[in-house]
Protein backbone atom coordinates (compact mmCIF):
# COMPACT_ATOMS: atom_id res chain seq x y z
CA UNK A 1 0.00 0.00 0.00
CA UNK A 2 1.29 3.25 -0.64
CA UNK A 3 1.64 6.16 2.44
CA UNK A 4 -0.54 8.87 2.09
CA UNK A 5 0.98 11.84 2.76
CA UNK A 6 0.45 15.47 3.14
CA UNK A 7 2.59 18.11 2.64
CA UNK A 8 3.06 21.69 3.93
CA UNK A 9 4.56 24.38 2.18
CA UNK A 10 4.45 28.00 1.57
CA UNK A 11 7.28 28.69 -1.46
CA UNK A 12 8.73 27.56 -3.75
CA UNK A 13 8.14 23.52 -3.44
CA UNK A 14 10.73 22.44 -5.25
CA UNK A 15 10.94 19.54 -2.44
CA UNK A 16 7.61 19.28 -3.20
CA UNK A 17 8.51 18.71 -7.00
CA UNK A 18 11.39 16.39 -5.82
CA UNK A 19 8.48 14.21 -4.09
CA UNK A 20 6.38 14.18 -7.09
CA UNK A 21 9.53 13.69 -9.07
CA UNK A 22 10.31 10.41 -6.92
CA UNK A 23 6.78 9.08 -6.64
CA UNK A 24 6.20 9.21 -10.73
CA UNK A 25 9.72 7.03 -11.32
CA UNK A 26 8.31 4.76 -9.30
CA UNK A 27 10.92 4.69 -6.09
CA UNK A 28 9.30 6.39 -3.87
CA UNK A 29 5.75 4.26 -2.60
CA UNK A 30 4.42 7.06 -1.50
CA UNK A 31 0.51 9.01 -2.57
CA UNK A 32 0.18 12.64 -2.03
CA UNK A 33 -2.94 13.19 -0.60
CA UNK A 34 -2.85 16.81 0.48
CA UNK A 35 -0.99 19.94 -0.61
CA UNK A 36 -1.81 22.29 1.89
CA UNK A 37 -0.59 26.05 1.93
CA UNK A 38 -0.75 28.94 4.72
CA UNK A 39 -0.42 31.42 1.59
CA UNK A 40 -2.83 31.73 -1.37
CA UNK A 41 -0.47 32.10 -3.85
CA UNK A 42 2.94 29.72 -3.06
CA UNK A 43 3.71 28.58 -5.97
CA UNK A 44 3.95 24.52 -4.66
CA UNK A 45 0.30 24.61 -4.93
CA UNK A 46 0.16 25.52 -8.78
CA UNK A 47 3.36 22.46 -9.17
CA UNK A 48 0.66 19.76 -7.32
CA UNK A 49 -2.41 21.14 -9.12
CA UNK A 50 0.20 20.68 -12.42
CA UNK A 51 0.21 16.70 -11.20
CA UNK A 52 -3.50 16.65 -10.64
CA UNK A 53 -2.78 16.97 -6.62
CA UNK A 54 -5.80 18.11 -4.11
CA UNK A 55 -4.53 21.38 -2.57
CA UNK A 56 -5.86 23.53 -0.24
CA UNK A 57 -4.61 26.63 1.33
CA UNK A 58 -6.17 28.77 4.38
CA UNK A 59 -4.50 31.99 5.75
CA UNK A 60 -3.89 33.00 9.04
CA UNK A 61 -5.30 36.03 8.97
CA UNK A 62 -8.73 34.91 8.16
CA UNK A 63 -9.21 32.87 11.94
CA UNK A 64 -9.28 34.45 15.20
CA UNK A 65 -6.44 32.87 16.41
CA UNK A 66 -3.87 30.63 15.89
CA UNK A 67 -5.13 27.60 18.12
CA UNK A 68 -8.26 27.83 15.68
CA UNK A 69 -6.41 28.22 12.83
CA UNK A 70 -3.93 25.01 13.49
CA UNK A 71 -7.35 22.99 14.50
CA UNK A 72 -8.97 23.51 11.08
CA UNK A 73 -5.39 22.79 9.31
CA UNK A 74 -5.67 19.55 11.37
CA UNK A 75 -9.19 18.91 10.50
CA UNK A 76 -8.38 19.35 6.96
CA UNK A 77 -4.88 16.94 7.56
CA UNK A 78 -7.22 14.23 8.77
CA UNK A 79 -9.80 14.56 6.44
CA UNK A 80 -7.00 13.74 3.62
CA UNK A 81 -6.50 10.88 4.99
CA UNK A 82 -2.47 11.49 5.23
CA UNK A 83 -0.73 9.51 7.46
CA UNK A 84 2.37 11.23 7.57
CA UNK A 85 2.66 14.74 7.41
CA UNK A 86 5.57 16.54 5.19
CA UNK A 87 7.13 20.19 6.12
CA UNK A 88 8.42 21.39 3.17
CA UNK A 89 8.93 25.14 3.52
CA UNK A 90 6.21 25.42 5.63
CA UNK A 91 6.70 28.69 7.57
CA UNK A 92 4.23 28.32 10.29
CA UNK A 93 4.97 26.89 13.68
CA UNK A 94 2.84 23.95 14.51
CA UNK A 95 1.05 24.02 17.83
CA UNK A 96 1.44 21.23 20.04
CA UNK A 97 -1.85 19.85 19.78
CA UNK A 98 -0.77 19.20 16.22
CA UNK A 99 2.43 17.44 17.08
CA UNK A 100 0.43 15.61 19.24
CA UNK A 101 -2.19 14.65 16.62
CA UNK A 102 0.47 13.42 14.29
CA UNK A 103 2.92 12.24 17.11
CA UNK A 104 6.32 10.96 14.87
CA UNK A 105 4.37 11.02 11.89
CA UNK A 106 5.84 14.92 10.80
CA UNK A 107 8.97 14.98 8.84
CA UNK A 108 10.69 18.39 8.63
CA UNK A 109 13.58 19.82 6.52
CA UNK A 110 16.09 21.76 7.35
CA UNK A 111 19.15 23.69 5.37
CA UNK A 112 21.79 23.43 7.99
CA UNK A 113 23.67 20.68 9.55
CA UNK A 114 21.16 20.89 12.73
CA UNK A 115 21.74 21.45 15.62
CA UNK A 116 23.82 24.32 13.94
CA UNK A 117 21.87 27.59 12.45
CA UNK A 118 18.15 26.30 13.26
CA UNK A 119 15.44 29.13 12.36
CA UNK A 120 14.30 30.90 9.44
CA UNK A 121 17.75 32.39 8.27
CA UNK A 122 19.91 29.48 8.23
CA UNK A 123 21.92 29.86 4.26
CA UNK A 124 22.94 33.34 5.23
CA UNK A 125 23.97 32.48 8.65
CA UNK A 126 26.24 29.78 7.18
CA UNK A 127 27.29 31.71 4.57
CA UNK A 128 28.36 34.47 6.83
CA UNK A 129 29.97 32.47 9.32
CA UNK A 130 32.31 30.97 6.92
CA UNK A 131 31.71 27.40 7.83
CA UNK A 132 33.41 24.49 5.93
CA UNK A 133 30.59 22.43 5.39
CA UNK A 134 27.04 23.70 5.21
CA UNK A 135 24.04 21.32 4.61
CA UNK A 136 20.70 20.09 5.88
CA UNK A 137 18.71 17.46 7.75
CA UNK A 138 15.68 15.62 7.76
CA UNK A 139 14.11 15.02 11.14
CA UNK A 140 10.59 14.19 13.58
CA UNK A 141 9.20 16.95 14.28
CA UNK A 142 8.29 17.64 18.34
CA UNK A 143 6.95 20.21 19.86
CA UNK A 144 9.84 22.63 19.35
CA UNK A 145 11.55 24.50 16.14
CA UNK A 146 14.17 22.71 14.22
CA UNK A 147 14.60 20.44 17.26
CA UNK A 148 13.38 16.38 16.73
CA UNK A 149 15.40 13.19 16.22
CA UNK A 150 17.47 13.26 13.02
CA UNK A 151 16.62 10.99 10.42
CA UNK A 152 19.62 11.80 7.63
CA UNK A 153 22.08 14.87 7.14
CA UNK A 154 23.99 15.82 4.07
CA UNK A 155 26.75 17.78 4.08
CA UNK A 156 27.91 20.01 1.11
CA UNK A 157 31.44 22.35 1.10
CA UNK A 158 30.84 26.30 1.76
CA UNK A 159 33.59 28.31 -0.24
CA UNK A 160 34.86 31.69 0.23
CA UNK A 161 33.02 34.11 -1.60
CA UNK A 162 29.47 31.99 -1.63
CA UNK A 163 26.80 33.67 -0.50
CA UNK A 164 23.03 32.90 1.04
CA UNK A 165 22.00 32.07 -2.64
CA UNK A 166 24.99 30.16 -3.96
CA UNK A 167 25.35 28.12 -0.88
CA UNK A 168 21.62 27.65 -0.85
CA UNK A 169 21.53 26.56 -4.27
CA UNK A 170 24.12 23.34 -3.57
CA UNK A 171 22.45 22.85 0.02
CA UNK A 172 19.16 22.21 -1.86
CA UNK A 173 19.69 20.11 -4.35
CA UNK A 174 21.32 17.32 -1.69
CA UNK A 175 17.70 18.15 0.35
CA UNK A 176 15.59 16.77 -3.16
CA UNK A 177 17.90 14.27 -2.78
CA UNK A 178 17.57 12.99 1.22
CA UNK A 179 14.18 13.97 1.80
CA UNK A 180 12.14 11.45 -1.09
CA UNK A 181 14.44 8.96 0.48
CA UNK A 182 13.71 9.37 3.94
CA UNK A 183 9.90 9.49 3.31
CA UNK A 184 10.28 5.85 1.55
CA UNK A 185 12.25 4.89 5.14
CA UNK A 186 9.26 5.77 7.19
CA UNK A 187 6.33 4.46 4.39
CA UNK A 188 8.33 0.96 4.40
CA UNK A 189 7.86 1.29 8.69
CA UNK A 190 11.71 1.14 8.93
CA UNK A 191 12.32 4.06 11.23
CA UNK A 192 12.62 3.91 15.42
CA UNK A 193 13.28 5.86 18.07
CA UNK A 194 15.87 5.07 20.66
CA UNK A 195 15.75 8.37 22.41
CA UNK A 196 17.05 10.92 19.94
CA UNK A 197 18.37 8.53 18.06
CA UNK A 198 16.81 7.31 14.86
CA UNK A 199 17.65 3.48 13.99
CA UNK A 200 17.31 2.69 10.05
CA UNK A 201 16.23 -1.08 9.80
CA UNK A 202 18.28 -2.43 7.27
CA UNK A 203 20.59 0.17 6.00
CA UNK A 204 23.44 -1.04 5.10
CA UNK A 205 24.85 2.21 4.70
CA UNK A 206 24.47 3.67 7.76
CA UNK A 207 28.13 3.22 8.61
CA UNK A 208 29.59 5.65 6.35
CA UNK A 209 32.44 5.07 4.42
CA UNK A 210 35.83 6.72 4.73
CA UNK A 211 37.46 7.58 1.92
CA UNK A 212 40.97 7.51 1.57
CA UNK A 213 41.90 10.92 3.45
CA UNK A 214 39.97 9.57 6.43
CA UNK A 215 37.28 11.99 6.18
CA UNK A 216 33.54 10.75 7.07
CA UNK A 217 31.75 11.26 3.80
CA UNK A 218 28.25 11.16 2.82
CA UNK A 219 26.62 7.74 2.86
CA UNK A 220 25.43 6.44 -0.19
CA UNK A 221 21.70 6.28 -0.25
CA UNK A 222 19.71 3.51 -1.64
CA UNK A 223 18.80 2.61 -5.04
CA UNK A 224 17.16 5.29 -6.93
CA UNK A 225 17.82 8.12 -4.71
C1 LIG B 1 14.15 24.65 1.89
O1 LIG B 1 15.40 25.27 1.95
C2 LIG B 1 13.88 23.90 3.14
O2 LIG B 1 15.02 23.34 3.72
C3 LIG B 1 13.31 24.94 4.05
O3 LIG B 1 12.52 25.73 3.20
C4 LIG B 1 13.01 25.66 1.86
C5 LIG B 1 11.88 25.22 0.98
O4 LIG B 1 12.24 25.25 -0.36
N1 LIG B 1 12.59 24.36 5.15
P1 LIG B 1 11.22 24.76 -1.47
O5 LIG B 1 9.94 25.56 -1.30
O6 LIG B 1 11.01 23.29 -1.27
O7 LIG B 1 11.89 25.07 -2.78
Known sequence: MKMP?????????????????????????????????????????????????????????????REAYDRAMLEVILESGAELVVLAGFMHF??????????NRILNIHPSLLPGFPGVAAQRQQAEYGVRLAGCTVHFVDEKMDNGPVIIQAA???FPGDDPESLGMR??????????????????GRLSLDGRQVIVDQFENQLVAENSAGFLINPPLEKGF
Open 5 to 65: IAVLLSGGGSNLQAIIDRIEEGVLDAQICLVFSNKADAYGLERARLHGLPTRSMVMGDFLD
Open 156 to 158: VPA
Open 171 to 188: ILEMEHRIYPQAIQWFSE
Open 94 to 103: LSPPLVRAFE
